[in-house]
């Protein structure tokens, strides 16, 4: 046997570039990071008492079926709760369902500036990821479904999206969902749904509810300020729910994740300060941003897409440098298609207040 020879993996793995979370490296004595889109109030404080209680019981496996979590989801929501299933956050869900439902072959779609994670799964399930257009960094509906072939099993749509903020209304996601062959699931990633206040928008729930071809996930890690937890749900038809929990580990979702997540859902008070927070500060950011003369993408999500000048001295990469210098980390976007951007999530009122700052000095002619 030859001692060159080494185990391979499956055709299109290698083709995967590994996911870069947000960071939180500077040069700043204090360091304030805006690169993940974290919530700045942080989780309800009767969600950390729960984690805390759970505390107390860590050898005991967690209940496989997340019961008490899909209730409460389930009662606030309206929802059947048998079409609810749990993960360790919407990434796993995300996984699973590119895992369960697509092959060497197969096609799956996502827009020009989706999320970096649909590639991922699409590749790592053996499948071709195919990129549709985006038409103002928005997902165009139009340019979608003339990527649809006879080789689509999925596709992919963030609504909103990350990293531009931009969101599709309903009707729109209605007409995505009419022009897609009844096989091909069209999977809405509602991780920021929350944060929208938008009378022509919905999460998807709607569609989920009533189609056999779509499910909607959604996040604990934004709104309710649960990332160190990875806890994420999904509803969607009762056929693609018990192919998921099938695909599923047993004990996918942690004893205090649990607890930590039915206790936020149940604290609607700290849902609706996170969001009055941002919703003032998403305004006095975007209005900030321009009156200093650089372009920001309108967002309904937690952060905001900032595009720099083209001229020496003043790129994106350059104001990255600075404000991390001076203490700010937000997040280099050239991995979703805008080398000359930033994205900044809205973090505390002092975060806020210094970004704008360091900017317009940045920005001052030398």
């Known amino acids: 046997m030859s001692d060159k020879a080494k185990p391979q993996p499956r055709a299109g793995i290698l083709d995967i570039a590994a996911y870069v979370p947000g960071d939180s490296a500077s040069t700043g004595k204090r360091v304030f990071k805006l690169s993940a889109n974290e919530t700045p109030l942080g989780p309800s ?67 020009a500036h989706g999320f970096m994670m649909y590639r991922i799964d699409i590749l790592a399930a053996g499948a071709t990821p195919v990129i549709a257009p985006e038409t103002a960094e928005t997902v165009d509906v139009d340019a979608v479904l003339a990527c649809v072939t006879a080789k689509t099993r999925m596709v992919f749509v963030a609504n909103p999206n990350n990293p531009t903020g931009t969101y599709l209304p309903f009707s729109e996601v209605k007409r995505l969902h009419a022009g897609l062959p009844g096989g091909v699931i069209l ?8 944060y929208v206040r938008r009378n022509d928008y919905e999460s998807g729930i709607e569609l989920a509810g009533a189609a056999n071809n ?95 000048p083209d001229r020496d001295g003043q790129r994106a990469a350059d104001a990255d440098r600075y404000l991390r210098e001076n203490g700010f980390v937000l997040r280099q976007m050239g991995g979703y298609g805008f080398p000359n951007a930033l994205r900044m999530s809205v973090g505390f009122d002092e975060a806020n207040r210094g970004v704008l700052d360091a900017l317009g000095k940045f920005l001052e002619p030398s």
């Open 45 to 111: 404080p009767a969600a950390i008492a729960a984690f805390r209680q759970a505390g107390d019981h860590l050898q005991d496996y967690p209940d496989g079926d997340a019961t008490i979590l899909r209730q409460a989801i389930a009662d606030f929501h309206g929802l059947a709760v048998d079409r609810i299933v749990c993960g360790a956050g919407s990434d796993e869900l995300l996984a699973l369902l590119a895992q369960a439902y697509l092959t060497a072959g197969d096609e799956a779609i996502y827009s």
């Open 187 to 194: 999977v809405l990633d509602a991780a920021y749904a929350e």
């Open 214 to 308: 779509v499910i909607m996930t959604r996040t604990f890690s934004k709104i309710h300020g649960l990332a160190g937890q990875r806890l994420g749900w999904a509803y969607g038809p009762a056929a693609i729910i018990d192919v998921l929990n099938r695909v599923r580990g047993p004990f996918n979702v942690t004893a205090s994740a649990i607890a930590a997540g039915a206790a936020a859902v149940a604290d609607r008070d700290h849902v609706d300060r996170s969001v009055a927070f941002n919703a003032d500060w998403i305004v006095r950011l975007s209005e900030g941003l321009s009156q200093i003369g650089l372009r920001v993408t309108p967002s309904v999500g937690n952060f905001l897409l900032i595009h720099f």
